[in-house]
């Protein structure tokens, strides 16, 4: 398994990342249990999860179980905690549906990291995220109508320096190591970065956004970012919530999928993402290549990329997955994908 850095931390992360998201719901404690087993026996050294997960759907009787779930096998592996780097988040108004969630302020940020602690049952949390900004976000389709001008820049840049210096504290403790973001900005970002240098504060290492051949907003100016400043993208849903494994085309919902609870999958079932997803899989085809691993391989290909974040509701799922890491594109397939690109760009 390659490994990459992650940002200036010096530590390094496996090139591909298991989420957890479906852990509690969909994927069991004991499954999850395994996959953890099988992941790390098969290079993997990075797992990210948030105190929100399980979500699709995200429910009160639910919020924190995934945490729980890697808890217990923390609890079980103890001499093992080390042998892998752990990422989770402060869900903030992520969860204000749900648990009524507090903006992330140093008000917020202890608490929260307590009951991270106390689910993950560990000393420490390797990667601690941000999930969502407190101002809102271009994410999840959100970026077709987000709005930013009614944003105060002041209030904005005070509640990050207050962040930062809550998670100072933190890392003094011992609680956590290092700081990402998620669903974040080019501009946040860099905000971020231009505080924590001022002030000797914990350093964006990552940024975790939504990353796929169907999903390239990361392209248009976070790119450049990464290039410039060392901070690495641990991409999620690179397979689409499952569209690029093409087991929704022609209308299907198989039984048990993410489509079965989520019907529009985040709101990526557009009239424009079936050809879209048409297009790739027959670049695979045409290169004899698996489409789950093409796509994966893609991300990987990316300058940027730190991580990539795939999830496994079945264990069947996740040693399909580990297939991939001796797959190589040639450039021809490449090439391919580009011209896919350019002709079904932002299908969602």
């Known amino acids: 398994m390659k490994m990459n850095p992650m940002g200036r931390t010096g530590v390094m992360v496996s090139e591909l990342c298991l989420g957890t998201m479906t852990f509690g719901t969909q994927t069991s404690e004991a499954e999850g249990h ?4 099988c992941a790390l026996a098969n290079g993997i050294n990075f797992v990210d999860t948030a105190e929100m997960y399980p979500v699709n759907p995200i429910a009160k009787e639910t ?13 079980k592996n103890r001499s093992r905690r080390g042998d892998y780097v752990l990422a989770t988040k402060h869900s903030g108004e992520g969860l204000k549906d749900v648990r009524n969630g507090a903006a992330i302020s140093s008000n917020t940020i202890p608490e929260t990291i307590e009951g991270n602690l106390r689910r993950l049952q560990t000393d420490y949390i390797d990667l601690y995220q941000f999930h969502w900004p407190n101002r809102g976000s271009y994410m999840f389709r959100k970026n077709w109508n987000y709005n930013p001008t009614s944003q105060n820049k002041t209030e904005t840049l005070a509640n990050m320096e207050d962040c930062l210096e809550a998670l100072q504290k933190q890392v003094d403790k011992g609680n956590i190591r290092h700081f990402g973001l998620s669903n974040e900005s080019a501009w946040g970002t860099s905000q971020w970065l231009r505080l924590s240098e001022d002030r000797g504060w914990p350093r964006v290492a990552t940024i975790q956004n939504e990353y796929s051949l169907l999903c390239r907003l990361y392209d248009t100016d976070l790119a450049e970012l990464s290039a410039n400043e060392d901070v690495g993208l641990i991409a999620f849903s690179p397979l689409a919530a499952g569209l690029l494994t093409g087991k929704y085309q022609n209308n299907a919902t198989p039984k048990g999928s993410r489509k079965s609870l989520s019907p529009n999958l ?34 990987l290909t990316q300058p940027f990329m730190c991580s990539a974040i795939f999830g496994a509701t079945q264990h069947e799922q996740l040693e399909h997955i580990l297939k991939m890491t001796d797959v190589e594109l040639s450039q021809e397939c490449l090439d391919d994908i580009a011209i896919a690109h350019k002709a079904n760009a932002m299908p969602y």
């Open 266 to 299: 985040g709101g990526r079932t557009t009239e424009r993402v079936w050809p879209a997803v048409d297009a790739y899989l027959k670049v695979a085809a045409k290169h004899d290549v698996d489409s789950v691993h093409m796509s994966l391989a893609w991300c």
């Open 63 to 75: 919020i924190g179980r995934s945490e729980e779930i890697i808890g217990t096998w923390n609890a």
């Open 34 to 37: 395994a996959q953890m087993d």
